[in-house]
């Protein structure tokens, strides 16, 4: 069973920058997708950010630019850094993972709640 658990979550203002990681609990964390995906009140659960075992990227309309994903594969985390954060950012993030066969594991979330 793969574990993920998420931390970097919390209450900053707007334009301020959190660092978010998820570590995994997977030893073949290296042939595994990575994504954040995030989850505001009244709206649909999307993608934030993705990264293929390969590294290739991709973002949100809404935060790309803004946000980066990266992946540390020694230390079996991946990040989701985010700058110049807006108040519309505000929502539960959620750490995914994808193996080979299709089958995906979520974190439990983290909050980040930016407001003034």
């Known amino acids: 069973q793969v574990q993920l658990v998420e931390s970097g979550g919390g209450l900053v203002q707007p334009g301020g920058s959190l660092r978010l990681s998820c570590a995994a609990s997977?030893?073949?964390?290296?042939?595994?997708?990575m994504a954040w995906y995030r989850q505001a009140p009244g709206k649909q659960r999307e993608l934030v950010a993705g990264?293929?075992?390969?590294?290739?990227?991709n973002y949100a309309d809404s935060v790309r630019g803004r946000f980066t994903i990266s992946r540390d594969n020694i230390k079996n985390t991946v990040y989701l850094q985010m700058i110049s954060l807006k108040p519309e950012d505000t929502a539960v993030y959620y750490c995914?993972?994808?193996?080979?066969?299709?089958?995906?594991?979520w974190g439990q979330g983290t909050q980040v709640t930016v407001s003034s």
């Open positions: 990264m293929a075992s390969g590294g290739r990227t």
């Open positions: 997977t030893r073949i964390f290296s042939s595994f997708d």
């Open positions: 995914n993972s994808r193996d080979m066969l299709g089958r995906n594991y």
